[in-house]
């Protein structure tokens, strides 16, 4: 086991640029820029806000930034009277 | 005409200090007069990497604060009769230090030095953005670490928006050191390596100083490693630095410590 373990923790240079340029590249577009997730997060919530009752702690937002693409997913958990609406609606 | 140096780097304990010290020196062996200035209030170094700690007496805030005269506050170096050093205050809260004070002292030393050479503090706060404010050259300390190459970029983000010439929309010229630069895991795919740091980073490269006892055997005398141990790899490194900043063109090599048999059958020596 290790002796395969010797061969396989070389080169993690590769890996250590790539995740830098990842990184660089959202870092340099949101310099000088308001905090698009904190804006996006607000928005979403008063709009959601405006027809059901959120409950901020009951709010769970990720990110996952990839070269091409990323994604942001807002995990919004609604009151089981709010959601009788939402049947309704439907 | 003096030139106004900035040594930065956001992150910590990559060699900002050691680096002022050995730069500074280079410079002042060549001739020049170069003052360096501790801008890490309240965690002054410089002064003991200089080995000047126990001459002491008045700091950059007293200047700053009209308290003392620069000529006062100035300690000149007991191996280099052109080197000076201005150290940092060690009980000062580093509110302390004003813009305006900043630059009436950096005013001042402009007209007395051909370098003045400003040791940020790590991170992005006062003492680091005023340390930069005036600079009309930085130099990027990085080493080839994930962290520090981030840090790097942030701070030439700030090098290039809040620095007095930039607001003025003329541009800082800024270098990228490398430090702690070990060839032979560079080679190996085990450390980043220079061209990838200079890609991420697209600034220009100054040197490459190698990973060395030597740095530390020199702080630990309290002796800029380009004047404790001139020949060794990292004071070369360092050396060549200093005359590319003085505009001349000086072939890019990493210097490596050249190891006897001796030292490559009993290993390290002791210091």
């Given at each position: 086991m290790r002796f395969f373990n010797l061969f396989r923790r070389r080169r993690s240079a590769p890996v250590a640029r790539e995740?830098?340029?990842?990184?660089?590249?959202?870092?340099?577009?949101?310099?000088?820029?308001?905090?698009?997730?904190?804006?996006?997060?607000?928005?979403?919530?008063?709009?959601?806000?405006?027809?059901?009752?959120?409950?901020?702690?009951?709010?769970?937002?990720?990110?996952?930034?990839?070269?091409?693409?990323?994604?942001?997913?807002?995990?919004?958990?609604?009151?089981?009277?709010?959601?009788?609406?939402?049947?309704?609606?439907? | 005409m003096a030139k106004v140096l900035v040594v930065t780097s956001g992150k910590g304990g990559v060699g900002k200090t050691t680096t002022t010290a050995a730069i500074g020196a280079a410079l002042a062996q060549s001739g020049q007069k170069v003052a360096v200035v501790d801008f890490d209030v309240g965690l002054r170094n410089l002064d003991l990497v200089m080995g000047a700690e126990r001459r002491v007496v008045f700091d950059l805030i007293n200047v700053v604060q009209g308290v003392a005269k620069l000529s006062q506050a100035l300690i000149r170096d007991k191996r280099?009769?052109?080197?000076?050093?201005?150290?940092?205050?060690?009980?000062?809260?580093?509110?302390?230090?004003?813009?305006?004070?900043?630059?009436?002292?950096?005013?001042?030393?402009?007209?007395?030095?051909?370098w003045v050479i400003c040791d940020s503090p790590a991170g992005i706060e006062r003492g680091a953005t005023l340390a930069m404010r005036f600079a009309d050259v930085a130099l990027i300390v990085t080493n080839p670490e994930v962290s520090s190459v981030r840090d790097s970029d942030r701070i030439i983000g700030l090098l290039d928006s809040k620095t007095e010439k930039a607001e003025k929309g003329q541009r800082i010229e800024k270098h990228v050191l490398i430090t702690r630069f070990d060839a032979q895991r560079a080679s190996r795919g085990e450390m980043i390596g220079v061209d990838d740091v200079l890609e991420i980073l697209s600034t220009p490269l100054l040197g490459i100083i190698p990973e060395s006892e030597e740095v530390l055997r020199a702080s630990n005398v309290g002796s800029?490693?380009?004047?404790?141990?001139?020949?060794?790899?990292?004071?070369?490194?360092?050396?060549?630095?200093?005359?590319?900043?003085?505009?001349?063109?000086?072939?890019?090599?990493?210097?490596?410590?050249?190891?006897?048999?001796?030292?490559?059958?009993?290993?390290?020596?002791?210091?």
């Amino acid at each position: 086991m290790r002796f395969f373990n010797l061969f396989r923790r070389r080169r993690s240079a590769p890996v250590a640029r790539e995740r830098l340029q990842i990184l660089l590249s959202y870092e340099r577009a949101a310099r000088g820029q308001a905090d698009l997730l904190a804006t996006l997060r607000e928005e979403i919530l008063s709009a959601i806000g405006k027809h059901v009752t959120v409950e901020r702690d009951h709010v769970q937002i990720r990110v996952d930034r990839g070269q091409t693409v990323s994604t942001l997913e807002i995990d919004v958990a609604i009151p089981h009277s709010d959601s009788m609406v939402l049947a309704a609606g439907s | 005409m003096a030139k106004v140096l900035v040594v930065t780097s956001g992150k910590g304990g990559v060699g900002k200090t050691t680096t002022t010290a050995a730069i500074g020196a280079a410079l002042a062996q060549s001739g020049q007069k170069v003052a360096v200035v501790d801008f890490d209030v309240g965690l002054r170094n410089l002064d003991l990497v200089m080995g000047a700690e126990r001459r002491v007496v008045f700091d950059l805030i007293n200047v700053v604060q009209g308290v003392a005269k620069l000529s006062q506050a100035l300690i000149r170096d007991k191996r280099l009769e052109t080197l000076w050093l201005l150290p940092a205050s060690q009980t000062r809260d580093k509110d302390a230090l004003t813009e305006h004070g900043v630059a009436s002292v950096i005013k001042e030393m402009r007209t007395k030095f051909d370098w003045v050479i400003c040791d940020s503090p790590a991170g992005i706060e006062r003492g680091a953005t005023l340390a930069m404010r005036f600079a009309d050259v930085a130099l990027i300390v990085t080493n080839p670490e994930v962290s520090s190459v981030r840090d790097s970029d942030r701070i030439i983000g700030l090098l290039d928006s809040k620095t007095e010439k930039a607001e003025k929309g003329q541009r800082i010229e800024k270098h990228v050191l490398i430090t702690r630069f070990d060839a032979q895991r560079a080679s190996r795919g085990e450390m980043i390596g220079v061209d990838d740091v200079l890609e991420i980073l697209s600034t220009p490269l100054l040197g490459i100083i190698p990973e060395s006892e030597e740095v530390l055997r020199a702080s630990n005398v309290g002796s800029p490693v380009t004047l404790n141990n001139p020949l060794c790899a990292p004071a070369r490194a360092y050396l060549d630095a200093a005359r590319r900043l003085n505009g001349e063109t000086v072939p890019m090599n990493v210097p490596c410590e050249r190891k006897g048999l001796f030292d490559r059958l009993f290993g390290r020596r002791a210091a």
